[in-house]
Nanobody, 130 residues
């Protein structure tokens, strides 16, 4: 059974940094992609970034490019989202999600289609105060 568990959310001030973790389990091979998404109250869920667990290829949407960095630790089956220079508008519930996918899916940004994601974590709340 595939499971995704996010952690690391909390209350921070504008300009602070925070690192989210997504612990994964249950995958039979490394051919899957992990994506980070977020949803603010009253807004649609939006994609942030995704990574191939096969080779570490990454993709970023424009929403947080340059401030957020995705990475992985294959030994721990964990994906991280390093968030720097946080702004109040980054306040949202952050989700990690997964789909069985090759490297091309990540490089082409197709992993940011949340309808295609097969598994989701419960989310972790990030609140950025001004």
């Amino acid at each position: 059974e595939v499971q995704l568990v996010e952690s690391g959310g909390g209350l921070v001030q504008a300009g602070d940094s925070l690192t989210l973790s997504c612990a994964t389990s249950g995958f039979a091979s490394g051919d899957y992609a992990i994506g980070w998404f977020r949803q603010a109250p009253g807004k649609e869920r939006e994609g942030i970034s995704c990574i191939s667990m096969r080779d570490g290829s990454t993709y970023y949407t424009d929403s947080t490019k340059g401030r957020f960095t995705i990475s992985r630790d294959n030994a721990k089956n964990t994906v991280f989202l390093q968030m720097n220079s946080l702004k109040p508008e980054d306040t949202a519930t952050y989700y990690c999600a997964a789909e069985i996918a090759g490297v091309y899916t990540v490089v082409a940004g197709l992993c940011m289609n949340y309808y295609a994601m097969e598994w989701w974590g419960e989310g972790t709340l990030v609140t950025v105060s001004s």
